[in-house]
């Protein structure tokens, strides 16, 4: 089975432009993602997709590869079909696709090699990792894509609304999805050949799709706090937790030196 990893990054970000580009302890964004993408030694590729020049220049200039891209596209997955079909990648049905959206800064190589771990053993053909809210203002923010799974690690569904409920359960276990996703490359296929869902549309979020037309998404659980950078705050807020973070010192320092 071939292993993948796309990173798709733009610049035109609504609420944060130019994010890719922005420094935290002195390296772009995005070259921290492509770094702790590589630190998981289970992947043939690991690929940015961009339709910006300034981030394939960053990539390629830290050693990394990158594929440019159409600047038309609504969707990270749109972006990822268009990087395996530009690089001609010769991927079978089951083979594994990982995405990790360009603003995923805490990723790291672990969740990645449990990811994969699952992929395989479960024969899901969707997995997406999902990570421990620890504040209760995360859990109501409605910027923040909720889930809930069964016991068997099956996503049951994702809201913007604070689910599970607090309200007799103060406690309750919380976790958010993140923008880190495996696919088997029929099902990436398979999203843009589906259409729009009712409760898809509703909650805007994507991956409901597949389990409204009744496909099965695995999760996998990170107690690890995640965060996908949107703003200015949470450029700050990522920059202090990467400084303490391990899985920066495998890279950072050796980065900067070469």
Do not use: W
Not at 27 to 54: F, K, N, S, W
């Amino acid at each position: 089975m071939q292993s993948v990893c796309i990173i798709p990054a733009r610049m035109g970000s609504s609420r944060f432009p130019g994010k890719p580009m922005s420094p935290l302890l002195g390296m772009p964004m995005i070259e921290h993602i492509y770094h702790r993408c590589r630190l998981h030694e289970g992947y043939d590729r690991v690929i940015v997709a961009t339709c910006d020049q300034v981030i394939a220049d960053c990539i390629i200039s830290a050693g990394g590869e990158a594929v440019m891209t159409s600047d038309d596209h609504e969707r990270c997955t749109d972006r990822v079909q268009e990087a395996i079909s530009n690089l001609k990648l010769d991927l079978a049905n089951e083979d594994l696709v990982q995405m990790v959206q360009g603003d995923e800064i805490l990723v790291g190589p672990e969740m990645l090699a449990e990811m994969q771990h699952v992929f395989q053993d479960s024969g899901a053909p969707v997995v997406n990792l999902v990570s421990r809210l620890y504040r209760v203002e995360d859990h109501e923010d409605p910027n923040t894509v909720k889930v809930v799974a069964a016991p068997d690690g099956r996503l049951l569904y994702l809201s913007r609304a604070p689910i599970p409920s607090r309200a007799r359960a103060p406690e309750v276990p919380m976790y958010q999805q993140t923008g880190v996703i495996a696919f088997a490359k029929s099902h990436l296929d398979r999203f843009s050949s589906l259409p729009q869902t009712p409760l898809e549309k509703l909650e805007s979020v994507d991956m409901l799709r597949y389990l409204e037309h009744g496909d099965t998404i695995m999760a996998v659980k990170t107690e690890i706090e995640t965060i996908g950078v949107d703003t200015e705050q949470d450029r700050a807020r990522a920059e202090s937790i990467l400084a303490d973070n391990p899985v920066t010192g495998r890279y950072l320092d050796r980065a900067n030196a070469s």
